[in-house]
Protein backbone atom coordinates (compact mmCIF):
# COMPACT_ATOMS: atom_id res chain seq x y z
CA UNK A 1 0.00 0.00 0.00
CA UNK A 2 1.10 3.13 -1.10
CA UNK A 3 0.97 6.56 1.49
CA UNK A 4 3.09 8.56 -0.71
CA UNK A 5 2.51 12.07 1.35
CA UNK A 6 4.17 10.70 4.48
CA UNK A 7 6.82 10.23 2.32
CA UNK A 8 8.88 13.51 2.89
CA UNK A 9 8.87 13.43 6.54
CA UNK A 10 9.69 10.35 7.06
CA UNK A 11 13.20 10.71 5.21
CA UNK A 12 13.15 13.59 7.77
CA UNK A 13 12.72 11.47 10.23
CA UNK A 14 15.39 9.02 8.82
CA UNK A 15 18.13 11.09 8.25
CA UNK A 16 17.87 12.89 11.52
CA UNK A 17 18.20 9.36 13.17
CA UNK A 18 21.67 9.13 10.93
CA UNK A 19 20.39 7.07 7.99
CA UNK A 20 22.51 7.74 5.25
CA UNK A 21 20.25 6.22 2.78
CA UNK A 22 17.40 7.73 3.82
CA UNK A 23 15.50 8.49 0.84
CA UNK A 24 15.46 4.78 -0.08
CA UNK A 25 14.91 3.34 2.92
CA UNK A 26 12.26 5.57 3.23
CA UNK A 27 10.97 4.13 -0.07
CA UNK A 28 11.22 0.49 1.02
CA UNK A 29 9.20 1.06 4.53
CA UNK A 30 6.05 2.44 2.83
CA UNK A 31 6.02 -0.11 0.09
CA UNK A 32 6.32 -3.05 3.23
CA UNK A 33 3.36 -0.78 5.30
CA UNK A 34 -0.17 -2.14 4.85
CA UNK A 35 -1.45 0.59 7.20
CA UNK A 36 -0.31 4.28 8.39
CA UNK A 37 0.08 2.84 12.00
CA UNK A 38 2.45 0.07 10.55
CA UNK A 39 3.76 2.50 8.89
CA UNK A 40 4.98 4.58 11.78
CA UNK A 41 5.57 1.71 13.82
CA UNK A 42 7.97 0.90 11.16
CA UNK A 43 9.66 3.83 10.85
CA UNK A 44 10.01 4.18 14.74
CA UNK A 45 11.66 0.91 14.80
CA UNK A 46 14.02 2.04 12.21
CA UNK A 47 15.12 5.51 13.69
CA UNK A 48 15.69 3.59 17.04
CA UNK A 49 18.00 1.42 14.77
CA UNK A 50 16.52 -1.50 14.16
CA UNK A 51 18.54 -3.23 10.94
CA UNK A 52 16.41 -2.26 8.40
CA UNK A 53 15.96 -5.46 6.97
CA UNK A 54 14.43 -6.53 10.46
CA UNK A 55 11.82 -4.04 10.34
CA UNK A 56 10.67 -5.24 6.58
CA UNK A 57 11.48 -8.65 6.95
CA UNK A 58 14.01 -8.85 4.41
CA UNK A 59 16.88 -8.07 2.47
CA UNK A 60 17.98 -8.39 -1.20
CA UNK A 61 20.67 -10.61 -1.68
CA UNK A 62 22.17 -11.48 -5.11
CA UNK A 63 18.83 -10.23 -6.56
CA UNK A 64 17.12 -12.82 -4.41
CA UNK A 65 14.43 -11.17 -1.27
CA UNK A 66 15.33 -14.05 1.01
CA UNK A 67 13.02 -13.75 4.91
CA UNK A 68 15.23 -12.18 7.29
CA UNK A 69 13.46 -12.36 10.86
CA UNK A 70 14.51 -10.22 13.68
CA UNK A 71 17.64 -11.31 15.72
CA UNK A 72 19.59 -12.99 12.71
CA UNK A 73 22.13 -12.10 11.23
CA UNK A 74 21.80 -9.94 8.06
CA UNK A 75 23.57 -10.68 4.56
CA UNK A 76 26.32 -8.91 3.84
CA UNK A 77 26.90 -7.86 -0.07
CA UNK A 78 30.25 -8.24 -0.16
CA UNK A 79 28.89 -12.15 0.61
CA UNK A 80 27.90 -12.21 -2.84
CA UNK A 81 31.70 -12.18 -3.92
CA UNK A 82 32.08 -16.15 -2.17
CA UNK A 83 28.56 -17.35 -3.69
CA UNK A 84 29.76 -15.98 -7.56
CA UNK A 85 33.04 -18.10 -6.87
CA UNK A 86 31.43 -21.02 -5.19
CA UNK A 87 29.11 -20.83 -8.30
CA UNK A 88 31.76 -21.16 -10.94
CA UNK A 89 32.92 -24.53 -9.09
CA UNK A 90 28.96 -25.76 -8.89
CA UNK A 91 27.98 -28.38 -11.43
CA UNK A 92 24.38 -28.87 -11.83
CA UNK A 93 23.51 -31.78 -9.12
CA UNK A 94 27.04 -30.97 -6.98
CA UNK A 95 26.24 -31.62 -3.34
CA UNK A 96 26.16 -28.46 -1.51
CA UNK A 97 27.08 -27.22 1.80
CA UNK A 98 26.20 -23.78 3.79
CA UNK A 99 28.08 -23.78 7.27
CA UNK A 100 27.18 -20.99 9.61
CA UNK A 101 24.37 -20.95 7.22
CA UNK A 102 22.09 -17.66 8.78
CA UNK A 103 19.19 -16.80 6.93
CA UNK A 104 20.33 -19.86 4.36
CA UNK A 105 21.19 -16.38 1.99
CA UNK A 106 24.36 -18.29 0.73
CA UNK A 107 22.72 -21.69 -0.50
CA UNK A 108 19.63 -20.10 -1.70
CA UNK A 109 21.60 -18.05 -3.99
CA UNK A 110 23.74 -20.76 -5.16
CA UNK A 111 20.80 -22.75 -5.94
CA UNK A 112 19.19 -19.44 -7.94
CA UNK A 113 22.52 -19.33 -9.69
CA UNK A 114 24.29 -22.92 -10.28
CA UNK A 115 21.67 -24.64 -10.96
CA UNK A 116 19.66 -28.06 -9.70
CA UNK A 117 22.35 -28.87 -6.26
CA UNK A 118 21.47 -31.17 -3.67
CA UNK A 119 21.42 -28.50 -0.92
CA UNK A 120 22.02 -28.86 3.22
CA UNK A 121 22.62 -25.93 4.98
CA UNK A 122 23.33 -25.97 9.18
CA UNK A 123 23.31 -23.09 11.77
CA UNK A 124 23.87 -23.16 15.59
CA UNK A 125 21.16 -20.87 16.16
CA UNK A 126 17.41 -22.06 16.37
CA UNK A 127 16.49 -18.28 15.37
CA UNK A 128 18.61 -18.89 12.32
CA UNK A 129 17.80 -22.25 11.37
CA UNK A 130 14.22 -21.45 11.30
CA UNK A 131 14.58 -18.59 8.76
CA UNK A 132 16.70 -20.63 6.46
CA UNK A 133 14.47 -23.43 6.11
CA UNK A 134 11.73 -21.21 4.76
CA UNK A 135 14.29 -19.23 2.31
CA UNK A 136 15.42 -22.48 1.42
CA UNK A 137 12.46 -24.53 1.16
CA UNK A 138 11.69 -23.91 -2.68
CA UNK A 139 15.45 -25.16 -3.50
CA UNK A 140 14.72 -28.40 -1.69
CA UNK A 141 17.44 -27.60 0.92
CA UNK A 142 17.77 -29.51 3.62
CA UNK A 143 18.51 -27.33 7.07
CA UNK A 144 20.14 -28.68 10.17
CA UNK A 145 20.46 -27.03 13.65
CA UNK A 146 23.46 -27.54 15.55
CA UNK A 147 27.56 -27.24 15.48
CA UNK A 148 29.17 -27.20 12.34
CA UNK A 149 29.73 -30.38 10.67
CA UNK A 150 28.41 -32.66 14.12
CA UNK A 151 25.00 -31.32 12.58
CA UNK A 152 25.37 -33.10 9.02
CA UNK A 153 23.95 -36.54 8.16
CA UNK A 154 27.02 -38.75 8.36
CA UNK A 155 25.97 -39.94 4.84
CA UNK A 156 27.53 -36.32 3.38
CA UNK A 157 30.99 -37.62 4.81
CA UNK A 158 33.35 -37.52 1.77
CA UNK A 159 30.36 -35.94 -0.87
CA UNK A 160 30.78 -32.84 -0.60
CA UNK A 161 31.26 -31.15 -3.86
CA UNK A 162 31.38 -27.24 -2.80
CA UNK A 163 31.13 -26.24 1.11
CA UNK A 164 30.73 -22.88 1.87
CA UNK A 165 31.20 -21.20 5.05
CA UNK A 166 30.97 -17.33 6.21
CA UNK A 167 31.81 -18.40 9.22
CA UNK A 168 31.69 -15.36 12.34
CA UNK A 169 35.88 -13.69 11.90
CA UNK A 170 35.19 -10.31 14.03
CA UNK A 171 37.97 -10.93 16.61
CA UNK A 172 35.99 -10.65 20.14
CA UNK A 173 38.01 -7.19 21.04
CA UNK A 174 36.55 -5.26 17.92
CA UNK A 175 32.80 -6.29 18.42
CA UNK A 176 31.95 -2.94 20.22
CA UNK A 177 33.43 -0.94 16.55
CA UNK A 178 30.51 -2.60 15.00
CA UNK A 179 27.57 -0.44 14.03
CA UNK A 180 25.21 -0.44 16.45
CA UNK A 181 22.88 -2.39 13.98
CA UNK A 182 24.86 -4.81 14.06
CA UNK A 183 26.10 -5.03 17.48
CA UNK A 184 23.10 -4.67 19.56
CA UNK A 185 20.33 -6.48 17.12
CA UNK A 186 22.28 -9.22 15.15
CA UNK A 187 23.47 -12.35 17.48
CA UNK A 188 26.80 -12.68 19.18
CA UNK A 189 27.67 -16.02 17.75
CA UNK A 190 27.02 -14.82 14.24
CA UNK A 191 29.89 -12.26 14.96
CA UNK A 192 32.38 -12.92 17.41
CA UNK A 193 35.26 -14.85 15.82
CA UNK A 194 37.35 -15.32 19.10
CA UNK A 195 40.54 -13.68 20.26
CA UNK A 196 42.24 -13.09 16.63
CA UNK A 197 38.61 -13.54 14.85
CA UNK A 198 39.81 -17.31 13.27
CA UNK A 199 38.57 -19.65 16.28
CA UNK A 200 35.70 -20.81 13.89
CA UNK A 201 37.30 -20.50 10.65
CA UNK A 202 39.81 -22.77 12.16
CA UNK A 203 37.32 -25.53 12.83
CA UNK A 204 35.79 -25.18 9.45
CA UNK A 205 39.09 -25.47 7.70
CA UNK A 206 40.34 -28.75 10.42
CA UNK A 207 37.11 -30.57 9.32
CA UNK A 208 36.57 -29.93 5.39
CA UNK A 209 38.77 -33.06 4.12
CA UNK A 210 36.61 -35.43 6.12
CA UNK A 211 33.50 -34.32 4.06
CA UNK A 212 34.41 -33.13 0.80
CA UNK A 213 34.52 -35.61 -1.84
CA UNK A 214 37.86 -35.86 -4.35
CA UNK A 215 38.03 -32.57 -5.99
CA UNK A 216 35.61 -31.13 -3.46
CA UNK A 217 36.14 -26.87 -2.53
CA UNK A 218 36.17 -25.88 0.79
CA UNK A 219 35.10 -21.65 0.20
CA UNK A 220 35.79 -19.63 3.01
CA UNK A 221 35.09 -15.92 3.64
CA UNK A 222 37.41 -13.88 5.80
CA UNK A 223 38.81 -10.16 5.61
CA UNK A 224 41.65 -9.30 3.89
CA UNK A 225 44.10 -8.82 6.78
CA UNK A 226 43.02 -12.31 8.36
CA UNK A 227 43.50 -14.33 4.58
CA UNK A 228 46.96 -15.31 4.55
CA UNK A 229 46.52 -17.14 8.25
CA UNK A 230 43.73 -18.79 6.57
CA UNK A 231 44.98 -19.40 3.70
CA UNK A 232 47.85 -21.30 5.85
CA UNK A 233 45.15 -23.31 7.86
CA UNK A 234 43.65 -24.79 4.36
CA UNK A 235 46.85 -25.99 3.60
CA UNK A 236 48.14 -27.60 6.54
CA UNK A 237 44.72 -29.35 6.28
CA UNK A 238 45.68 -31.11 3.12
CA UNK A 239 43.88 -28.90 0.62
CA UNK A 240 45.07 -26.75 -2.21
CA UNK A 241 45.24 -23.21 -0.86
CA UNK A 242 44.43 -19.90 -3.01
CA UNK A 243 43.21 -17.07 -1.83
CA UNK A 244 40.72 -14.39 -4.31
CA UNK A 245 39.57 -10.78 -3.20
CA UNK A 246 37.13 -7.89 -4.92
CA UNK A 247 38.47 -4.75 -4.08
CA UNK A 248 34.91 -3.06 -4.99
CA UNK A 249 33.13 -5.20 -2.53
CA UNK A 250 36.33 -5.17 0.15
CA UNK A 251 35.40 -9.15 -0.19
CA UNK A 252 38.20 -11.80 0.37
CA UNK A 253 37.64 -14.91 0.37
CA UNK A 254 40.28 -18.62 0.84
CA UNK A 255 39.60 -21.85 -1.48
CA UNK A 256 40.83 -24.89 -0.56
CA UNK A 257 40.61 -28.23 -3.00
CA UNK A 258 40.70 -31.76 -2.00
CA UNK A 259 43.16 -33.36 -4.07
CA UNK A 260 41.90 -35.82 -6.91
CA UNK A 261 43.45 -39.45 -6.62
CA UNK A 262 46.21 -39.83 -9.35
CA UNK A 263 44.52 -41.66 -12.37
Known sequence: MSFSPALPSIVARLRAAGCVFAEDEARLLVSAARTPAELDDMVDRRARGLPLEHVIGWA???????AVDPGVFVPR??????????????????????????SGAMGAALAATA??????????????????RRNLASAGGRVYEGDLYAALPAALRGRVDVLVASPPYVPTGAIGLLPPEAREHEPQVALDGGADGLDVVRRVVAGADLW???GGHLLV?????????????VARAGLAARLTHDEELDATAVIGTRPSPAH
Request: charged share 20%; hydrophobic share 45%.
Open 60 to 66: EFCGLRL
Open 77 to 102: PRTGFLVRQAAALARPGAVVVDLCCG
Open 115 to 132: GPVELHAVDVDPAAVRCA
Open 212 to 214: LAP
Open 221 to 233: ETSESQAEETAEA
